[in-house]
Every structure is written in structure tokens, then in C-alpha cells.
């Protein structure tokens, strides 16, 4: 809690600031000349265009001193800051979102086959039918080499293409997840 001195109009004082000037007293922040102050709760704002800052005047009312907020504009920095930041943050959440939407080969190719009766070889049957050799090639190592299908990768919605299941590749990955 913070206090105000009526006679010096100095605030914020701690207790233990309070303490210090009155040694003799055992509870000097109970002077008359010392009023509590209240602090106000921060209000709501816009965090990627205002801050918030403490006022530097306290208001009076019914005779209470609250310490208030005040919603001010970030400034140009600031506002690079935060829209950095928030860029960040984004980023991080498709990122997670990204590899929530991620499985093992196994789980996939147990989802094409219980969902769709794809196998494995009608997999490499499409990569093997790939006209551009350096396309197929790329697809075939990227399907052989990998440990993980994802969601989105190019070659998932190449081969979900060829396959015709690119509408149900949303289920076919929640399925996926569960084996």
C-alpha cells in the first residue's frame, strides 16, 4: 500500500519510507498528515496501438486519493516493438498449429488405408507415375525419408491431389492422430 503526506504532497510512500522518518512512532503511517492511497484498477486498452502509465496527479474522490491509469499511444518504436512481437507470436501459433497437424508415416498410412483403402504402393504407384524426374525424384525422397507427414507439406497435398482425398485430408489427419 502506498500512502500521500497531506503536508508535503509526497507520494508514493511506502510503510517502511514512512517507518524510517518517524522512528518514535510505532505505527506513524496512522498520522493524520498520511492518507492511504487507493490504487486504481487498470482499465482495458489496446495493447498493439496504447500502454498504459500510472497518472502523475492523484485524483481526490469523496475524499479518497486513487492513483489512476492513463491509456496513452505507443510511440513509433514502440509500436514496431509490439507489431514485431505479435508477428512473433503469430508465428509461434501457426507454427503449433502446423505441427499439432503432424503425424508419423505409420499413423497416415494407416488412415489412408482404413479410411480410403489406399495402400502404400498406390502411394509410390503416383510418385512413380510423375512425368518430371527431378519432381519425382524429390516426392519419392520426401515421402521414403520421412518420419513425419504433414498436414501441409507440399508433397502431402501433391500426392492427396493424385489421390483425389485432397477434401478429406482434414479427417484423414484427425483419424491419423488417434492410431
Known amino acids: 500500500m502506498n500512502y500521500i503526506d497531506k503536508e508535503t504532497d509526497a507520494w508514493p510512500l511506502t510503510v517502511e519510507a514512512i517507518a ?3 522512528p518514535e512512532w510505532a505505527n506513524p503511517w496512522l498520522l493524520p498528515r498520511y492518507a492511504s492511497i487507493t490504487e486504481a484498477q487498470a482499465p482495458d486498452y489496446d495493447r498493439l496501438t496504447h500502454k498504459l502509465v500510472r497518472k502523475t496527479v492523484l485524483d481526490v474522490m469523496d475524499g479518497e486519493h486513487v492513483w489512476d491509469w492513463e491509456t496513452v499511444p505507443l510511440d513509433a518504436q514502440e509500436l514496431a516493438d509490439v507489431q514485431a512481437q505479435e508477428q512473433a ?11 499439432a497437424r503432424r503425424v508419423t508415416k505409420r499413423q497416415a498410412l494407416l488412415a489412408l488405408w482404413d ?10 504407384a503416383v510418385i512413380a507415375a510423375e512425368q518430371d524426374e527431378n519432381a519425382r525424384y ?7 525419408g520421412a518420419v513425419y507427414i504433414e498436414h501441409d507439406s ?17 479427417e484423414l ?4 492422430a488417434t492410431q
Open 115 to 124: 479410411l480410403c483403402g489406399i495402400k502404400e504402393a498406390d502411394v509410390l
Open 20 to 22: 524510517q522518518a518517524h
Open 173 to 176: 489427419f484427425d483419424y491419423a
Open 138 to 144: 524429390r516426392t519419392q525422397i520426401d515421402w521414403q
Open 154 to 170: 507440399p508433397t502431402m497435398l501433391q500426392l492427396a491431389q493424385a489421390l483425389n482425398i485432397t477434401q478429406r485430408l482434414g
Open 89 to 99: 507470436r503469430r508465428q509461434a501459433q501457426l507454427e503449433t498449429i502446423r505441427l
